[in-house]
């Protein structure tokens, strides 16, 4: 982190890995602010390390950059720790969380868990929010999410970058999964971030960066080669379904992994759009050995451990 731009006060970032995405904290003399809460496994943890930040005083804001569960599934925690806590979310899914639609949220066809949570308001793309007295502004940021937004401080120059810009990529393009072109709004939101011209990348899963030119070059040479040949992102989504849901678990045995895989709905899809001449027991244990060849997970018996 020595090569990290030092950045003002009153900014934290919480850097949790992969399971989870990064937490940011803003505060000020008047107000605190968190960008994303985690995964539901590690709202414990992204309580307790807001706590221990605050100290007494109250969390006032929650946004929520997209929602995945990886950024919401602290959510609960946070609001029934703080009970005056606002919480704001893209408008994207406003209607889904209001009705807690799991099938159009996404978790359950990703086999993933969130708790139920509620939102106060909505955070606009074209808008600007006042937050720990300073001015971000909110970028619609589509692609690895229909809904995402990236947050900009332009005084500083530093970006939230959510899963749309990491040191080293992008996240998956989940709307390709399910059939759906989506690598050109890829592509257009890295050039939104390259006109933004950032001093500071904070991504929502990695360290932060300010080397963001090759950042930049990393993530479209990558994007190009899915665009060329887009099994290779169907296969990676496939890895990333499953590896995640090893980091969860930490090792899981055949026969309940079998049952996950059957209702997992992205699988399932990815199945048809990769290999649907291939029986689907057999292309899931065809992603198990690249993942095994890796070193991402290893097989023990009749169980499968995250590496």
Not at 25 to 37: G, N, Q
Not at 93 to 113: C, F, I, P, R
Not at 159 to 176: K, M, N, Q, R, T
């Amino acid at each position: 982190m020595d090569s990290i731009c030092a950045w003002p006060d009153g900014l934290q970032v919480f850097e949790r890995g992969w399971l989870s995405s990064n937490n940011i904290l803003l505060r000020d003399e008047v107000s605190t602010v968190l960008i994303d809460s985690g995964y539901v496994s590690h709202a414990p943890q992204t309580l307790a390390l807001v706590q221990q930040a605050l100290g007494p005083r109250p969390l006032d804001l929650l946004l929520n950059t997209h929602l995945h569960s990886d950024h919401c599934g602290g959510n609960r925690i946070l609001q029934d720790a703080y009970p005056s806590l606002e919480t704001r979310i893209p408008p994207g899914m406003a209607s889904e969380v209001t009705d807690w639609d799991e099938d159009h949220l996404t978790y359950k066809s990703t086999g993933q868990n969130c708790p139920r949570f509620g939102f106060d308001g909505l955070i606009e793309p074209g808008s600007e929010m006042t937050l720990a007295g300073q001015i971000w502004e909110v970028h619609a940021a589509p692609g690895h999410d229909p809904h995402s937004v990236i947050l900009y401080q332009p005084l500083d120059r530093i970006l939230i970058s959510a899963d749309a810009l990491w040191e080293h990529g992008f996240g998956i393009v989940f709307p390709e999964l399910e059939g759906v072109s989506a690598f050109q709004e890829v592509a257009a939101t890295l050039d939104l971030i390259e006109s933004l011209n950032p001093l500071l990348v904070i991504p929502g899963h990695g360290r932060p960066f300010n080397d963001v030119s090759t950042a930049l070059a990393y993530s479209r040479r990558k994007l190009n080669g899915f665009i060329e040949k887009p099994e290779k992102h169907a296969l990676y989504g496939a890895k990333v379904l499953i590896k995640f849901k090893l980091l969860e678990l930490h090792s899981i045995s055949k026969a309940q992994f079998k049952i996950w895989t059957e209702l997992n709905g992205y699988l399932n899809a990815l199945h048809q759009l990769q290999q649907s001449n291939q029986p689907f027991p057999d292309w899931v244990d065809m992603v198990l050995t690249e993942l095994a060849k890796s070193k991402a997970l290893q097989i023990q018996g009749e169980t499968l451990c995250n590496i």
